[in-house]
């Protein structure tokens, strides 16, 4: 069995540019939290989008566990794009009512859920009976277990809190389990 603790990012300080956007000070308190939920776990790997707020989430725990973050540039953010008449939330729901809709620039839900779930397959090969940890982001993170579990989807992505850490566990390419430690 391979377990995943999938770290949504702590929050943010606001920035159109998404690569280099760092953590709060608050994300940054909060990302110690999660470095004291987690160390206590034997961690295998540790894997992340390459979007600073999710590595500065999570290099605490590498750290204190001697162990380099791989970065996989299929965990980013999905691109939700030009969304012009509805605010964030409003053109999130629409995607996950329609998974093929994109706004202009963006992606849709199943694109970019193919394009992380590729990623993420990769990794529990890579990864077999291991613990490892994901920093991520909220709706990539759901687009990966909506892939193991259609009934996780906007409700969840929309309940998520920030950070967050789940629990997921997997036996041959299937997840067995899911758990919210955070």
């Avoid at 939330?89 to 995607?95: G, L, Y």
């Avoid at 394009?115 to 009976?129: E, G, N, S, T, V």
């Amino acid at each position: 069995m391979t377990t995943v603790y999938f770290i949504r990012h702590a929050h943010s300080i606001y920035s159109k540019d998404e690569l280099n956007r760092p953590l709060s000070e608050k994300g940054f308190l909060d990302a110690h939290n999660i470095t004291q939920q987690l160390k206590q776990i034997d961690i295998h790997a540790i894997y992340s989008s390459p979007y600073k707020r999710a590595i500065q989430t999570i290099e605490d725990i590498a750290n204190l566990k001697g162990l380099s973050i791989k970065t996989i540039d299929a965990l980013k953010e999905r691109a939700l794009g030009i969304i012009q008449d509805n605010n964030f939330q409003q053109a999130v729901q629409k995607v996950w009512d329609n998974p093929e809709l994109s706004f202009e620039g963006g992606e849709s839900n199943k694109t970019a859920q193919q394009r992380a779930i590729d990623a993420f397959l990769y990794i529990l090969d890579c990864q077999m009976d291991k613990q490892i940890v994901i920093g991520t982001h909220g709706n990539i993170l759901t687009l990966i277990l909506n892939y193991f579990d259609n009934n996780i989807g906007y409700e969840f992505w929309k309940d998520l809190q920030m950070p967050a850490i789940i629990k997921c566990c997997f036996q041959n390419n299937k997840m067995i389990h899911i758990s919210l430690l955070y």
